[in-house]
C-alpha cells in the first residue's frame, strides 16, 4: 500500500469460494475493497457512508444483535460483510478482516426487487399501486419487502382484493417532513410523521453550532459565550452556547449528557426525567420537566432524541414529539423543543469544546426580563454545571456500572421497541398557550441552582 493513507477490508479465506485468477472483474472487486482513509472501527457509525478506491460508497451498519466469534462482537457490519477481528494499523493503513467478500447493492430497490424471484408478488402489487416511479428513483429510502412467501400467508380473497385493486398512495403518505436545521417543516398539515435524523441533519446542525451568521453575542466571560438570535417579542427563543472545558475528554462529556442516573445528581433543577422506547440503535424518545422561577409554571417536553459519534466530534439533537401515552400533564406547561442539541469537539490531549444550541417555544408570552435572565445568568450557569459535573463523572461512574453505556453500546440498550408511526411531531399551535408577560421579577423566586 505505500505510503497512502487506506483502511483494507480483508476477507477471511472460507469467504472465497472456488479458484482465484486475476481477472479486471478480480481488480475492480479488490479496488472497492480498499478505503481511501485509515480508519479504526470505533469510530465508525451506523449510518455513515465510506468511499472506495474504486469509487463504490459503502454504508456502514451497527446492529444491536450480537454473535461472539472468538471473543469479538458481530455487530459492525460494512454492507454484507461484518468485521470479524480486532483492527491491524501499520504506519500509515489499517486492516478490517471481515467474514465475507464485499457485495454492495447496485441499482434502484425496484431492479433489486425484479432481480430476485422471491419478491415477484411484492413487485406486482407496487406496479398495482402506482409506486414503480417513486421506487425507480435514486435516492435513499428503507423499504419493507414481504417476500412471496409472507403474501401467501394472507386469506385468498384478501390478497385478490389487494393485488388487484387500483390502489393509489398519496405523496404526502411516502415523503418525509423535511428537515431544514431549525426546525421540522410540515409536509401533510396538522399531523406531520416524525423523522429519524439523517447524516445531512447532524451536518446541519454541526454548522449552526459553528457559524457566527446573524447571531448577537450576549454574555462572553469565563470562557462561556452565549449568543441570541430571533426578532425581539417573539415567543420562539434560539440560543447557542459555547463552553472551553480544559481537562474533560469529549468522550466524558458525551457520558454526562447521556447518563440519566448521574444527571439525578448534578442537574438539580430537573424535576424528573425518564426514558420511553427506542427507535433504532442511536434513536429513544424521553421525558423531560424541569422548575421554573416561581410563579412561572413548571415546563415539560417529550422529545425524540438522536445521536451520533461522528469523527471526533459527537452530536446529541431532539426535538418534540407527540406520544399517545405521555400527554400533556395539568402541573406543567408541555413547552415545544423545535430543535436543541449539544456538539462536542475534542481539543486534542487538554480538553474539548461544548456547544449547545437551543430553539424552544416554551408556549407562554414570558416577559422580556426572563429572556434577558436566560442569556445573562442562567444559560451560562447550565454551562458551568455541566463542565463541574464532567469533572466528577469518571470517579462517579467507576462506583456505578462503570461499563453500562447503552448510548456506545446498543446490545445493553433494555427500552422497549416503539414505532415511529406511534408518534407525531409536536406542533406549538396545537398547545395551550400560558400568558406570563405580566409576572414582574420581583415577585419571582430564584434559587441558586436554577438553570434552563
Same mark, same amino acid.
Given at each position: 500500500?505505500?505510503?497512502?493513507?487506506?483502511?483494507?477490508?480483508?476477507?477471511?479465506?472460507?469467504?472465497?469460494?472456488?479458484?482465484?485468477?486475476?481477472?479486471?472483474?478480480?481488480?475492480?472487486?479488490?479496488?472497492?475493497?480498499?478505503?481511501?482513509?485509515?480508519?479504526?472501527?470505533?469510530?465508525?457509525?451506523? !449510518?455513515?457512508?465510506?468511499?472506495?478506491?474504486?469509487?463504490?460508497?459503502?454504508?456502514?451498519?451497527?446492529?444491536?444483535?450480537?454473535? #461472539?466469534?472468538?471473543?469479538?462482537?458481530?455487530? &459492525?457490519?460494512?454492507?454484507?460483510?461484518?468485521?470479524?477481528?480486532?483492527?491491524?494499523?501499520?504506519?500509515?493503513?489499517?486492516?478490517?478482516t471481515v467474514d465475507k467478500v $464485499?457485495?454492495?447493492?447496485? !441499482?434502484?430497490?425496484?431492479?433489486?426487487?425484479?432481480?430476485?424471484?422471491?419478491?415477484?408478488?411484492?413487485?406486482?402489487?407496487?406496479?398495482?399501486?402506482?409506486?414503480?416511479?417513486? $421506487?425507480?428513483?435514486?435516492?435513499?429510502?428503507? #423499504?419493507?419487502?414481504?417476500?412471496?412467501?409472507?403474501?401467501?400467508? $394472507?386469506?385468498?380473497?384478501? $390478497?385478490?382484493?389487494?393485488?388487484?385493486?387500483?390502489?393509489?398512495?398519496?405523496?404526502?403518505?411516502?415523503?418525509?417532513?423535511?428537515?431544514? !436545521?431549525?426546525?421540522?417543516?410540515?409536509?401533510?398539515?396538522?399531523?406531520?410523521?416524525?423523522?429519524?435524523?439523517?447524516?445531512?441533519?447532524?451536518?446541519?446542525?454541526?454548522?449552526?453550532?459553528?457559524?457566527?451568521? !446573524?447571531?448577537?453575542?450576549?454574555?462572553?466571560?469565563?470562557?462561556?459565550?452565549?449568543?441570541?438570535?430571533?426578532?425581539?417579542?417573539?415567543?420562539?427563543?434560539?440560543?447557542?452556547?459555547?463552553?472551553?472545558?480544559?481537562?474533560?475528554?469529549?468522550?466524558?462529556?458525551?457520558?454526562? &449528557?447521556?447518563?440519566?442516573?448521574?444527571?439525578?445528581?448534578?442537574?438539580?433543577?430537573?424535576?424528573?426525567?425518564?426514558?420511553?422506547?427506542?427507535?433504532?440503535?442511536?434513536?429513544?424518545?424521553?421525558?423531560?420537566?424541569?422548575?421554573?422561577?416561581?410563579?412561572?409554571?413548571?415546563?415539560?417536553?417529550?422529545?425524540?432524541?438522536?445521536?451520533?459519534?461522528? %469523527?471526533?466530534?459527537?452530536?446529541?439533537?431532539?426535538?418534540?414529539?407527540?406520544?399517545?401515552?405521555?400527554?400533556?400533564?395539568?402541573?406543567?406547561?408541555?413547552?415545544?423543543?423545535?430543535?436543541?442539541?449539544?456538539?462536542?469537539?475534542?481539543?486534542?490531549?487538554?480538553?474539548?469544546?461544548?456547544?449547545?444550541?437551543?430553539?424552544?417555544?416554551?408556549? %407562554?408570552?414570558?416577559?422580556?426580563?426572563?429572556?434577558?435572565?436566560?442569556?445573562?445568568?442562567?444559560?451560562?450557569?447550565?454551562?458551568?454545571?455541566?463542565?463541574?459535573?464532567?469533572?466528577?463523572?469518571?470517579?462517579?461512574?467507576?462506583?456505578?456500572?462503570?461499563?453500562?453505556?447503552?448510548w456506545m453500546f446498543p446490545e445493553?440498550?433494555?427500552?422497549?421497541?416503539?414505532?415511529?408511526?406511534?408518534?407525531?411531531?409536536?406542533?406549538?399551535?396545537?398547545?395551550?398557550?400560558?400568558?406570563?408577560?405580566?409576572?414582574?421579577?420581583?415577585?419571582?423566586?430564584?434559587?441558586?441552582?436554577?438553570?434552563?
Amino acid at each position: 500500500m505505500g505510503s497512502e493513507a487506506l483502511t483494507m477490508l480483508a476477507p477471511q479465506n472460507d469467504a472465497f469460494k472456488g479458484s482465484l485468477t486475476m481477472s479486471p472483474d478480480m481488480r475492480r472487486l479488490m479496488t472497492n475493497h480498499m478505503l481511501k482513509e485509515t480508519l479504526s472501527s470505533k469510530s465508525l457509525y451506523h !449510518g455513515q457512508e465510506l468511499e472506495t478506491l474504486g469509487g463504490l460508497k459503502l454504508r456502514v451498519f451497527v446492529y444491536r444483535n450480537t454473535e #461472539f466469534e472468538f471473543g469479538h462482537r458481530h455487530n &459492525l457490519c460494512i454492507e454484507n460483510a461484518c468485521i470479524a477481528a480486532h483492527d491491524k494499523t501499520g504506519r500509515y493503513a489499517a486492516m478490517f478482516t471481515v467474514d465475507k467478500v $464485499l457485495t454492495p447493492p447496485m !441499482g434502484t430497490i425496484m431492479d433489486v426487487l425484479k432481480a430476485d424471484d422471491r419478491f415477484s408478488v411484492l413487485v406486482g402489487a407496487i406496479q398495482t399501486a402506482g409506486m414503480t416511479e417513486l $421506487l425507480n428513483q435514486q435516492r435513499a429510502l428503507t #423499504f419493507f419487502a414481504p417476500t412471496n412467501d409472507a403474501f401467501n400467508t $394472507l386469506p385468498r380473497a384478501e $390478497l385478490n382484493k389487494l393485488l388487484h385493486s387500483e390502489v393509489v398512495i398519496p405523496s404526502s403518505e411516502i415523503v418525509p417532513p423535511r428537515y431544514n !436545521g431549525t426546525q421540522i417543516v410540515s409536509c401533510r398539515g396538522a399531523e406531520m410523521p416524525v423523522q429519524v435524523p439523517d447524516d445531512s441533519d447532524f451536518s446541519s446542525f454541526k454548522d449552526q453550532c459553528l457559524s457566527s451568521d !446573524g447571531w448577537t453575542s450576549r454574555y462572553s466571560r469565563g470562557g462561556v459565550t452565549v449568543w441570541c438570535r430571533g426578532e425581539e417579542g417573539h415567543n420562539v427563543q434560539t440560543l447557542k452556547m459555547r463552553i472551553m472545558c480544559k481537562d474533560v475528554m469529549a468522550e466524558t462529556l458525551y457520558d454526562v &449528557l447521556h447518563d440519566t442516573s448521574y444527571r439525578r445528581k448534578w442537574d438539580t433543577n430537573m424535576i424528573d426525567t425518564y426514558d420511553i422506547g427506542r427507535l433504532t440503535v442511536n434513536t429513544d424518545v424521553g421525558y423531560y420537566s424541569w422548575k421554573c422561577p416561581t410563579p412561572l409554571k413548571n415546563r415539560d417536553f417529550v422529545t425524540m432524541r438522536s445521536w451520533l459519534p461522528l %469523527g471526533s466530534d459527537f452530536l446529541i439533537i431532539n426535538y418534540s414529539v407527540k406520544h399517545p401515552k405521555h400527554p400533556p400533564k395539568k402541573e406543567f406547561v408541555r413547552a415545544v423543543s423545535l430543535l436543541t442539541g449539544y456538539l462536542i469537539q475534542s481539543n486534542g490531549t487538554n480538553g474539548s469544546t461544548l456547544y449547545y444550541l437551543t430553539q424552544v417555544d416554551p408556549k %407562554g408570552s414570558l416577559p422580556k426580563w426572563v429572556v434577558n435572565r436566560v442569556s445573562q445568568f442562567v444559560a451560562p450557569k447550565a454551562m458551568r454545571k455541566i463542565y463541574k459535573a464532567s469533572l466528577k463523572y469518571p470517579e462517579w461512574k467507576r462506583k456505578h456500572n462503570p461499563g453500562l453505556k447503552p448510548w456506545m453500546f446498543p446490545e445493553q440498550n433494555t427500552l422497549p421497541c416503539i414505532s415511529a408511526s406511534e408518534l407525531t411531531v409536536q406542533r406549538a399551535d396545537s398547545l395551550e398557550n400560558i400568558d406570563e408577560s405580566g409576572v414582574s421579577e420581583e415577585k419571582t423566586h430564584h434559587s441558586d441552582d436554577e438553570e434552563t
